[in-house]
Structure formats: structure tokens, C-alpha cells
């Protein structure tokens, strides 16, 4: 992508002027050059990133007030009444944009007519154009230190003298004239005059009259390019909304449509999905209820599946068997696995609760080399040793059908 500078003529030359114009890659080099009107710079406006603008210097005031220190948005209220007594006509008409603070504790202001800008502006988004910048024209030539810089050609002289400070004037197309005035405005300052390139050796003929301090350059777009990133000084940020592009919804309608279309169609999906493991799980549930009815018929139905657990648990004890999740069996275990040892530890307390044994033992009496040997023969019988804290120990069943880890 590229950026398209474009130097616009003066308002007074009209809509159909022609406007010079070149893109430069991001490398910084200049792919194309040319001029043409505005209206026909259509296909180059929408193959660049960003358009800059540079303003003809008559059409942009550039002031310098006194303001007091504000936050951004009440310097942007105050800037009409600061500028009212330094510009012809109502400010509210014109597109008022302060720059950074001066040296000498004042403040640039650019003044531009509104109506004209934000017209152009919108006309290069219509085009296709993703940011629009509007800068002077005369804060983008280049700037030495110490010196002044001027711009003469295509009926107008630009002066740079600071920064932010610079003036702009619709010239007769006289040479000489132009350059006394020039130097005129550029006091004693050492001058720097850029003049078009096919006029170079005319302007070095006059430079014999118009006194020492002036150095003549011929005009490129290298050098205005290299002087817009001197200033930070843009004038469509004054215009608000008019001057930022609007998305064009109408091209996302359809994508839009078909990805809400596949929303709806996956949630009906999960829906039908749910609702058919719903009913298996109802009926699932149904047949457990059953079993267990025709199995204990003199029992209400809670939950099937523990009933049938502790039934069949009460039927196994009632029988002689025990439970690998009783406290008989588990106690049984743990007292096997503990004499096993060569130094049995001593018992402080057993309690049993929701299948656990929990067996809290003298401190003085654990031995860690024993301990693991504990824990391992309780594995070979199914049972997990796990010390919750120090000197308590947490046991439980994990043989098939228990509950417990399998």
C-alpha cells in the first residue's frame, strides 16, 4: 500500500484546476508522479492507504494566540472566541485546529474555510480514500535551522519561517516580483528558494539583485514529502465525523446474513441434539426405576442406583459376605498391613465415615521407611494410604464395585 500526496491549487482557481500528485511506497521511494483534477484521481485515491493533502497556502490562515491552558476538548470550544478579532467572517464557518505550543507560550492555530475542506474531504472518501490528511502547504517545505524557506511557483509563494509558523500568497507570475518579495518577508534570515525545475536558470539571474543569504533549489517532490513530516499540524481532525470514513454496512449485508444463518442452524442443532440425549437419559432413568420397583416393590423409588447399592450391600452382610468398603474389611486390611511391619506404629484413633478410615497415629511412633512399606502392601490388597496431615492417615477401598477409584 501507498501514501498520495496531493498538492492542491488555490480555491480561487476553481473545481476543475489541476492538482499535482505522487505516491510513495513505504520504503519512502516515489512509485508515480503527475497532475490531474481532483475528480479524475479516482483509481489512485483507492490504491493508496492514505491521502495526504497539501493546501495551498492562500486558502489556510495561520495564527498564532494567546490561549490559556486547557484539556484538548475546552481548547477546541475556545478556539472561536481566541480567533475572532484575527480573521474575516464568523469562525464557526471555518475549521479551527490548534497546533502545539510556541517558544513563546503561544499556541498555532490553522484556519481553514469549512465548507470547501470538508466538501474535498468527502469527495476523496467517496473515491475510496481510508484517511484523509489535510496539512498547509507552507509547513511542509523543508526547514533549516536558523533559516528560512520559501516556495515559489504555479501562481503562489509559500514562507516558512518557524515550525509552525509560515504564510502563503496568490502571486501575478512575475519572477522578479516574486522574489523581492521573498526576500522581503524573509527579513534577514538566510533563505532557502525552491523554484520549479524549468525555471531554475532564470530565478539564477535575478538572484544577483535580490542580495546575499539565498540559496536556490529546484523543486521536488522529495522535499515537500520530507518537510509534511516535519509538522503535525492536520486540519481534518477539525471537521469531526465528516471528515472520518463511514463503513460501508451495504457490502458486509449478505456475509452478515449467512453468518447469522449458521448461528441459528448450529443452535437448533445443539437444541435437537440435547433434547434427543434428554429422552434417553428420561427413559434410561424410567427402566432403573422399574428394575427396581419389580426387585423391591415395598420401597419408594429416590435414587435407583444408590438404593440398589446399600440393598445389595445389607443382603451381602446379611449373608456373611463383607463389603470391600466396610469398615470390618478395611480395618481388617490396614491391621494385616500393619503387622506386617517390623515396627508397628502406635494408634491414637480409627474413625469411619462415608466409606474412610481415617487413622490418626502417635507421632513418635511413624517411621517413614515403614510408611511407604505400609503403603505398599495396602496397594497389593487394593487400598490407597494417603497422610492428609502429619500423623493421620486416610484410607479407602479401591477394588472393583466400591465407589472409589478404579
Not at 517532490?221 to 463511514?246: C, F, M, N, R
Not at 491414637?348 to 517413614?368: C, G, I, N, Q, Y
Request: charged share 20%; net charge neutral.
Amino acid at each position: 500500500m501507498t501514501t498520495l500526496y496531493i498538492r492542491h491549487p488555490a480555491r480561487a482557481e476553481g473545481e476543475g484546476a489541476l492538482c499535482r500528485f505522487a505516491t510513495v511506497s513505504d520504503t519512502g521511494a516515489i512509485e508515480q508522479q503527475g497532475e490531474g483534477p481532483l475528480r479524475n484521481l479516482g483509481d489512485v485515491v483507492a490504491a493508496s492507504r492514505r491521502v495526504v493533502l497539501l493546501l495551498a497556502g492562500a486558502d489556510v490562515t495561520l495564527l498564532a494566540v494567546q490561549a490559556p491552558p486547557l484539556s484538548s476538548a475546552r481548547l477546541r470550544a475556545a478556539l472561536p472566541a481566541l480567533v475572532e478579532e484575527q480573521i474575516l467572517g464568523d469562525p464557526l464557518d471555518c475549521v479551527l485546529v490548534a497546533g502545539p505550543l510556541l517558544p513563546d507560550g503561544r499556541r498555532a492555530v490553522g484556519v481553514v474555510h469549512r465548507n470547501w475542506l470538508e466538501q474535498m474531504v468527502k469527495a476523496l472518501l467517496g473515491m475510496g480514500a481510508r484517511a484523509v490528511a489535510a496539512m498547509p502547504s507552507q509547513l511542509c517545505l523543508p526547514l533549516l535551522p536558523g533559516s528560512v524557506s520559501a516556495a515559489i511557483g504555479h501562481g503562489e509563494l509559500l514562507l516558512r519561517q518557524g515550525q509552525y509558523e509560515g504564510i502563503g500568497l496568490a502571486l501575478d507570475g512575475n519572477p522578479q516580483a516574486a522574489l523581492q518579495t521573498a526576500r522581503a518577508l524573509s527579513g534577514d534570515a538566510p533563505m532557502v528558494l525552491y523554484v520549479p525545475h524549468e525555471q531554475l536558470g532564470e530565478y539564477q539571474a535575478l538572484l544577483l539583485d535580490a542580495g546575499p543569504g539565498v540559496t536556490l533549489e529546484s523543486d521536488a517532490w522529495e522535499h515537500w514529502i520530507a518537510g509534511s513530516k516535519t509538522s503535525t499540524l492536520d486540519l481534518v481532525p477539525g471537521l469531526g465525523t465528516a471528515g472520518v470514513a463511514q463503513r460501508d454496512w451495504s457490502r458486509w449485508r449478505w456475509p452478515i446474513r449467512l453468518a447469522l444463518a449458521a448461528v441459528v442452524v448450529n443452535i437448533i442443532g445443539v437444541n435437537i441434539e440435547w433434547l434427543r440425549l434428554k429422552r434417553e437419559a428420561d427413559a434410561v432413568r424410567q427402566e432403573m426405576a422399574q428394575t427396581f420397583r419389580s426387585a423391591y416393590p415395598n420401597q419408594p423409588v429416590i435414587d435407583p442406583v444408590a438404593q440398589m447399592r446399600q440393598n445389595i450391600a445389607r443382603a451381602k452382610l446379611a449373608g456373611g459376605q463383607v463389603g470391600a468398603d466396610e469398615f470390618g474389611w478395611i480395618a481388617g486390611v490396614f491391621g494385616e498391613a500393619v503387622r506386617g511391619l517390623g515396627r508397628p506404629p502406635g494408634i491414637a484413633s480409627m474413625e469411619f465415615r462415608e466409606r474412610v478410615l481415617t487413622v490418626r497415629v502417635k507421632p513418635e511412633t511413624v517411621d517413614p521407611a515403614s510408611s511407604g512399606q505400609l503403603r505398599a502392601a495396602l496397594g497389593a490388597r487394593n487400598m490407597t494410604l494417603e497422610e492428609t496431615a502429619p500423623a493421620t492417615w486416610v484410607i479407602r477401598s479401591t477394588a472393583p464395585g466400591t465407589g472409589g477409584p478404579q
